[in-house]
C-alpha cells in the first residue's frame, strides 16, 4: 500500500499547472510542450523550435523570439504595397485639390532636372502604382510630400494632413 501512494504521489508532483504558468523566450520543454506555450508564442511574437534531443532521445522543444525585421526588409515590404490608380488619385485630390491631368500641367510649369514627362504620363494611367516605383517618390516630392509620407499612403490609403 505504500509504494501505491508513493507512486500517485509521484504522478501528482510532476503535474504542472500550464494554465498559470509564466513562458518566457529561451524555455526548453522535454518530451513535448504544452499547448499553451503555442498559444502564448502565438501572443508574444514567438515559436517554438525542436532542439537537440538529450542523449536518451528525448525531444525538446524552446521557446524562441521571431526576429524583428531589418530596416531593409521593411524597406522591401513597403516597396512591394500597391495602390490602383483610383486610391492614388482620390488621395492627392483629398490633399492637394489636384487630379492627374493638374499633376502633369503642374510638372509641365515645373519641369523637374531628369523627369520624363511622356513616361510620366504613362506611369499615371497604370492601373496600379507600386510604393517601389521612383516616380511615386519624385512626384511626392514635388508636391511636398517625403519618403514618410508616401509610406504613409500606401498603408492607409491617404496622405497624411500637412500644415502648409
Same mark, same amino acid.
Given at each position: 500500500?505504500?509504494?501505491?501512494?508513493?507512486?500517485?504521489?509521484?504522478?501528482?508532483?510532476?503535474?504542472?499547472?500550464?494554465?498559470?504558468?509564466?513562458?518566457?523566450?529561451?524555455?526548453?520543454?522535454?518530451?513535448?510542450?504544452?499547448?499553451?506555450?503555442?498559444?502564448?508564442?502565438?501572443?508574444?511574437?514567438?515559436?517554438?523550435?525542436?532542439?537537440?534531443?538529450?542523449?536518451?532521445?528525448?525531444?525538446?522543444?524552446?521557446?524562441?523570439?521571431?526576429?524583428?525585421?531589418?530596416?531593409?526588409?521593411?524597406?522591401?515590404?513597403?516597396?512591394?504595397?500597391?495602390?490602383?490608380?483610383?486610391?492614388?488619385?482620390?488621395?492627392?485630390?483629398?490633399? #492637394?485639390?489636384?487630379?492627374?491631368?493638374?499633376?502633369?500641367?503642374?510638372?509641365?510649369?515645373?519641369?523637374?532636372?531628369?523627369?520624363?514627362?511622356?513616361?510620366?504620363?504613362?506611369?499615371?494611367?497604370?492601373?496600379?502604382?507600386?510604393?517601389?516605383?521612383?516616380?511615386?517618390?519624385?512626384?511626392?516630392?514635388?508636391?511636398?510630400?517625403?519618403?514618410?509620407?508616401?509610406?504613409?499612403?500606401?498603408?492607409?490609403?491617404?496622405?497624411?494632413? #500637412?500644415?502648409?
Amino acid at each position: 500500500m505504500e509504494n501505491i501512494l508513493e507512486n500517485e504521489f509521484e504522478e501528482e508532483k510532476e503535474k504542472i499547472d500550464y494554465d498559470n504558468f509564466i513562458f518566457e523566450a529561451g524555455q526548453i520543454f522535454e518530451g513535448e510542450y504544452p499547448p499553451q506555450a503555442a498559444q502564448w508564442c502565438n501572443e508574444n511574437n514567438c515559436y517554438i523550435e525542436e532542439i537537440e534531443p538529450l542523449e536518451d532521445g528525448t525531444r525538446r522543444f524552446e521557446i524562441k523570439e521571431i526576429p524583428k525585421p531589418t530596416e531593409e526588409e521593411i524597406r522591401q515590404r513597403l516597396n512591394m504595397l500597391t495602390l490602383t490608380a483610383a486610391d492614388v488619385e482620390r488621395a492627392i485630390y483629398k490633399a #492637394k485639390g489636384m487630379d492627374f491631368d493638374d499633376i502633369i500641367e503642374f510638372v509641365k510649369s515645373n519641369p523637374p532636372e531628369g523627369l520624363d514627362i511622356k513616361a510620366l504620363k504613362i506611369e499615371l494611367k497604370a492601373n496600379n502604382f507600386y510604393r517601389g516605383n521612383p516616380y511615386v517618390e519624385q512626384i511626392g516630392m514635388l508636391l511636398g510630400y517625403n519618403s514618410d509620407d508616401l509610406d504613409y499612403l500606401f498603408q492607409n490609403k491617404e496622405l497624411p494632413e #500637412k500644415n502648409d
